[in-house]
C-alpha cells in the first residue's frame, strides 16, 4: 500500500535551517510528484511547492522563494524540503502530499512533521 | 493567487442535519477544485476532485458542484464523524500556485 512516512518533530532557533524528509513506497516514486504543505498552530493549509520526482523540475510558492529548496532522492524513494532563515511563524505542522490517483488532487498525505521555530 | 474564500467560518449543526459549505474564488477555476476533510492531529483527507467527484472511499452523502468561481459542499445527512474543519483546493495551473481557502469548522450544536 501507498506510504508517505516523514521525519521527525525538530526545534530550531531563528535563522537556522531545517530539512524534512518523506519517504515514499507502495508506488512508483519517480513517476509523480510530491508537493509540501504546512499549517501553521490553528491555521488553514498553505501550498509551499512541488517537484517531480522523474526530473526534479520544482516550482515553489512566491512568498517562499529563496527560502526553501525541493529535492528527491531516486535511489531511496525519499523526498526533501529545506527551509532556510527560520522565523518564528515558520512553525508549523509541515506535509508531504502526492496526487497518485486518477483524481488529480491531493489523495496521499505523510503524517506530518512539527517544526518549532524558537530561542 | 487566486485567493479562495470559504464561508461560513463556522457551522453548528446537529447530527441527521443538512450542512451546506461554500467556496468561492477570485477568478474562474473552471472545475478544478477540491474539497478536504482535516480532523485534529490528522493529515487532510480528499473529500471530493474536480468539482463533483466523489474520491475512493468517500460516502454518498458527501456531494460537491459549482464550476467557475462558486462552489459548494454538502453532507446531506451530518454523522457524527462528520464534524471537522473542511478546506477547498484549487489547482487550475496545476503544479504550480496551488491555494487552498481558509476552513469552515462544522461544529456540533
Known amino acids: 500500500q501507498v506510504q508517505l512516512v516523514q521525519s521527525g518533530a525538530e526545534v530550531k532557533k531563528p535563522g537556522a535551517s531545517v530539512k524534512v524528509s518523506c519517504k515514499a513506497s507502495g508506488y512508483t516514486f519517480t513517476s509523480y510528484g510530491i508537493s509540501w504543505v504546512r499549517q501553521a498552530p490553528g491555521q488553514g493549509l498553505e501550498w509551499m511547492g512541488w517537484?517531480?520526482?522523474?526530473?526534479?523540475?520544482?516550482n515553489y510558492a512566491q512568498k517562499l522563494q529563496g527560502r526553501v529548496t525541493m529535492t528527491t532522492d531516486t535511489s531511496t524513494s525519499t523526498a526533501y524540503m529545506e527551509l532556510r532563515s527560520l522565523r518564528s511563524d515558520d512553525t508549523a505542522v509541515y506535509y508531504c502530499?502526492?496526487?497518485?490517483?486518477?483524481?488529480?488532487?491531493?489523495?496521499?498525505w505523510g503524517q506530518g512533521t512539527l517544526v518549532t521555530v524558537s530561542s | 493567487e487566486i485567493v479562495l474564500t470559504q464561508s461560513p467560518a463556522t457551522l453548528s449543526l446537529s447530527p441527521g442535519e443538512r450542512a451546506t459549505l461554500s467556496c468561492r474564488a477570485s477568478?474562474?477555476?473552471?472545475?478544478?477544485l477540491a474539497w478536504y476533510q482535516q480532523k485534529p492531529g490528522q493529515a487532510p483527507r480528499l473529500l471530493i476532485y474536480d468539482a463533483s467527484n466523489r474520491a475512493t472511499g468517500i460516502p454518498a452523502r458527501f456531494s460537491g458542484s459549482g464550476s467557475g468561481t462558486d462552489f459548494t459542499l454538502t453532507i446531506s445527512s451530518l454523522e457524527p464523524e462528520d464534524f471537522a474543519v473542511y478546506y477547498c483546493q484549487q489547482r487550475s495551473n496545476w503544479p504550480r500556485d496551488i491555494t487552498f481557502g481558509q476552513g469552515t469548522r462544522l461544529e456540533i450544536k
Open positions: 517537484i517531480s520526482a522523474y526530473n526534479g523540475n520544482t
Open positions: 477568478q474562474s477555476v473552471s472545475s478544478y
Open positions: 502530499a502526492s496526487v497518485l490517483g486518477s483524481s488529480s488532487s491531493y489523495d496521499y
